[in-house]
């Protein structure tokens, strides 16, 4: 690694002054994601500030009336294991457990998983190949390369990449919220607004601004939370990134959908929640399963597979339509 | 700046860190530059081999140790992060010359080949085992909202809990009979 210098955050504020003064200065907690880009030499901060001693920022709150806070500092194995995120939001647990390995799981953060950088090989690689997130200007080299694992949904012709979090893709189906305070106070980004598309600036992953820290996630309370499911579809079964994957979670009536949540994973820049089939799936009965598809069919008029990747869009619509069924097993 | 932050130095800002941690039960004091991660500083500096460098990024498992009883990636973890920490490697887990009932269950069910992620494999499933006692479900259960205990630890749950330890000569059935049976052993 290139050399850097390391000190302790002890309060918030000084944190956040810190890293809006200085761009070369960036925030350190488990460090599984920012370790392995600056040994990749595709992030170089120069200061390194270790936000792990921060205050009230590891809890786990289950909130009254059935919602969550989950403390950004909070580890993914802490969070998976929570017996009040296991029973609200069983797919929270699911999506955390199906990602990285129990080594990694004990480290990562929570606000570190959803700020996680792409792993499209190019951005990662340390040779000097196009990429427009590594080096702006610089062109894709995945548009026209091996994309087999990018985007079907609004990619543009800067950057085809997709966000690897499982657990994000849990969050933008529960409308959850993320807690950020910065040089101006408090404020809360709503989890859909959180990721960007990446237009002409795909350096750019999320709505962050220099002196912005996450503190918490809340997941608002909500019927649908216990009748949820993650399903994650990978080249391997285990300890491996999502071709495709699903969070849906549903209120039912009997064997009738109320209201559905869907969301996917591993489509898209960001995690890609499916609205127009969240509103074709109200009124569905679960044992209708041509009905279930055409409602699900309507969100992927958008669809835009590259030469590689074709494949992920008929799999995006069973990984879709099985998350929901085993969802409507537990209503 | 609040008394706890530690001031940036401006003089030479990359200069070696002084660390107090404990390893393997000594308390230990260590001069380490802010990039140096745990694994070399284990390995380097403290001269304990045991922990191993397979790939370096947090893909392999075979750096794994524990940090507070915890299993982690040495490699991805820095070690001037660690002040005051508890740090377990393989070098620590026999207790008087007698070994730890993982270590000796891979002895007993030839749970390696070449030996290269073997501290890896052991460590990380010493922890696994605690995890399962702790009731922590994995992503081979079926239903996470039911409470669980070490009796649910099947052979398809060890087996997903070990997914972080590669093994380059695939000995992975016997490893997956060695943690069991160890596990076995502690019901």
Redesign the interface.
Known sequence: MHRFSLSRAGDVATAIAAHAHDPALAFIAGGTDLLGLMKDRAALPERLLDINGLPDMARIEALPGGGLRIGALARMSDVAADVEVRRRFPMIAEALLFAASGQLRNMASIGGNILQRTRCPYFRDGDDLPCNKRRPGSGCAARHGLNRNHAIFGWSEACVATHASDVAVAFAALDADVIVRGRHGERLIPFGDFHRLPGDTPQRDTALKRGDLIVAVEVPAQEMGRASHYLKVRDRQSYEFALVSAAAALATDGRRIRSARLALGGVAHKPWRLTAAETALRGVSLDDVEALESAIATSFADARPLADNGFKVELARRVSLRALQIAGARA | ?????????EAD??AP?SVSLTVNGRPRTISV???T?LLDALRDTLALSGTKKGC???EC?AC?VHIDG????SC???A??QEGRRITTIEGLEEGGRLHPVQAAFVEHDGFQCGFCTSGQIM?GV??IE?AK??????A?V???R?RTLADLSNAEI???????LCRCACYPNIVDAIAEAAAGKR
């Open positions: 700046m609040s008394s706890r932050t530690k001031p940036i130095p800002e990359a860190l530059e802010p990039r991660t370096d990024r947090g498992g794994t915890r299993r982690v990636l991805e973890t820095l001037a992060m990380s922890a696994m995890e702790a009731g922590w479900p994995s992503a259960t239903d996470v909202a409470s087996r997903e809990r070990m997914s972080g330890n």
